[in-house]
């Protein structure tokens, strides 16, 4: 028997249960290793840790640099490149800009480019900085919140107010 | 309730109409798309989420003109609700799963669905039946452009519109559409296919996620690049490959026809004899088999059935629409049974086929 994903020979013979109905699935070798490990592929995530680990692998030869990378954290939402790396999702608009130089690479693995062509938004490239200063104060509002510090955190609140206030015309 | 409403409807991409429409199901294109003042969905918090959900859903409703969409809120729904609808093609199976506020707005027709709080805050989809891309992005640009006026995206001038994923940056679009392959598959030629697509940075999965097989020879061709190439070149770049694919399922069948007839012949009227005959049948062998049948009336062997009647059978036979045609949970053997009455009832012996007169 041939396997099911390619034209090698069928060795591993996989009865999955974990789905609603039962799978019988006829894979070679490499395709069962990757169908054991990945388990089913979501809609978009299957390339992303791929390309990370072949991106990152030239760099892990000098670990200190990796090390250093990994620790950058963004001063908006606060997530490290590494936690990043582990799960190939950003936390927030603002990495884009802040691990700009560290994302370049990833980019022209993944796309071969590293230049958006297309549409832009009608009411034209708007300056988003107070939008991500929002995501900044909420996330410093919810830290003093913890803290009980109920003083800063209605300085925090009002400022938040102040800029929602003078949020982009919705109307 | 509006899903039970749904269960007893065909959604738009099963409609079965469209050009090419003997072997593409559908068209489909989503963008994603993120507010500028939130955290990813990874970094947002409860609140962060209702918020998110709460404002798309204020903003559109009152002042996008977008009165004609549903909001359903996914959090609130039971398990086989949501199964329900990642089998209409409605919400993805992830944003099925996950935790926290969510939602998605669907219209009657169930040409748009848009997700809240998916892997990015929005994921806009527009569906259309046969092959119709240029449609579909003409319908999913203008929605855009009626959000947008109510929203603030995240977009970046070198960048584009900036997802959770740096596999989704730029334009934040998949155009993907949804082939029936069965000539290919009998013929064995289908993993050549799959691996020229793949030199050319297209993506092949099976219908509803998985690889395999299993799930009635339906496979979706979709772009992976979504950086650096305007949505019009990606258009093209699925929608010029998408006729040399039908060529090649459209000899393949031909091949069955002329050299392989009697096999062919055997193949269909047992298909559609076991599946109008089977006391209890799995949801992959009715899937197996519906292709089969489907197959065989593109080419004129099946006589007394529609293929808008198969593709309704291929969507009702599904776990969590049999529960819902049945108004009762039931487990896999129950189910088995369930759509064995159900495939008896809806293709009655009257008549009978050509394919099993010869």
């Known amino acids: 028997m041939k396997c099911q994903k390619c034209q090698k020979q069928a060795t591993f013979h996989i009865t999955d249960l974990t789905g609603d109905d039962l799978l019988a699935l006829h894979l070679c070798p490499d395709c069962a290793k990757g169908y054991l490990e990945t388990g089913e592929s979501s809609e978009d995530a299957p390339v992303i840790s791929d390309v990370m680990s072949k991106q990152l692998k030239p760099l892990e030869q000098t670990a200190d640099d990796l090390r250093e990378l990994d620790a950058k954290e963004c001063p908006i939402c606060g997530i490290s490149f590494y936690e990043f790396r582990q799960g190939g999702r950003l936390g927030c608009p603002h990495d884009y800009v802040f691990f700009g130089e560290d994302l370049d690479p990833l980019l022209i693995n993944v796309h071969g480019d590293n230049q958006h062509v297309g549409k832009q938004p009608k009411r034209g490239i708007t300056d988003t900085e107070s939008q991500t200063e929002l995501i900044r104060l909420r996330r410093q509002m919810k830290e003093v919140v913890e803290q009980e510090d109920y003083e800063q955190a209605s300085q925090i609140r009002d400022q938040i107010r102040q800029i929602e206030g003078e949020g982009p015309a919705s109307e | ?358």
Request: hydrophobic residues 40%; charged residues 25%.
């Open chain 2, 1 to 358: 309730m509006i899903l039970d409403d749904m269960a007893g409807r065909c959604g738009e991409w099963l409609k079965g109409c469209g050009p090419e429409s003997d072997i593409v199901m559908s068209s489909r294109i989503r963008l994603a798309r993120n507010l500028a003042d939130y955290p990813f969905i990874r970094r947002c918090t409860d609140i962060d989420r209702a918020n998110i959900e709460s404002t798309v859903r204020e903003r559109l409703t009152n002042k996008a003109k977008l009165k004609d969409l549903t909001f359903i809120d996914v959090a609130d729904l039971q398990t086989l609700d949501r199964q329900f609808l990642v089998e209409r093609q409605l919400i993805s199976r992830e944003h099925a799963n996950s935790d926290g506020a969510r939602a998605v707005a669907i219209d009657q027709q169930e040409r748009l669905s848009l997700m809240v709080n998916e892997e990015d805050h929005l994921r806009i989809q527009v569906m259309k039946s046969g092959l119709d891309l240029v449609g579909a992005w003409d319908q999913i640009n203008d929605l855009d452009d009626r959000i947008e006026s109510q929203l603030t995206y995240a977009f970046h001038p070198k960048l584009g519109y900036l997802t959770a994923c740096p596999t989704n940056v730029g334009t934040g679009m998949r155009v993907s559409v949804l082939v029936h392959l069965p000539a290919l598959v009998i013929t064995q030629q289908i993993e050549k296919v799959f691996r020229s697509l793949q030199k050319i940075n297209l993506v092949v999965r099976g219908l509803y996620g998985e690889g395999t097989q299993a799930m009635g020879d339906f496979y979706q061709v979709s772009n992976q690049i979504t950086l650096g190439k305007s949505e019009n070149d990606l258009i093209d770049q699925v929608g010029d490959v998408i006729p040399v694919v039908i060529d090649y399922e459209r000899k393949a069948r031909d091949f069955l026809i002329n050299e392989k007839q009697n096999d062919l012949f055997e193949q269909v009227s047992r298909a559609y004899g076991t599946l109008q005959n089977a006391q209890q049948i799995s949801s992959e062998e009715t899937m197996f088999l519906l292709s089969r049948v489907r197959m065989g009336i593109n080419l004129g062997l099946i006589g007394d059935l529609e293929i808008p009647e198969v593709n309704q059978l291929f969507i009702r036979t599904q776990p969590a629409h049999l529960q819902k045609l049945r108004h009762s949970e039931l487990d896999t053997d129950q189910r088995n049974v369930e759509r064995a009455n159900y495939l008896h009832s809806q293709l009655k012996l009257d008549g009978g086929s050509e394919a099993s007169n010869n």
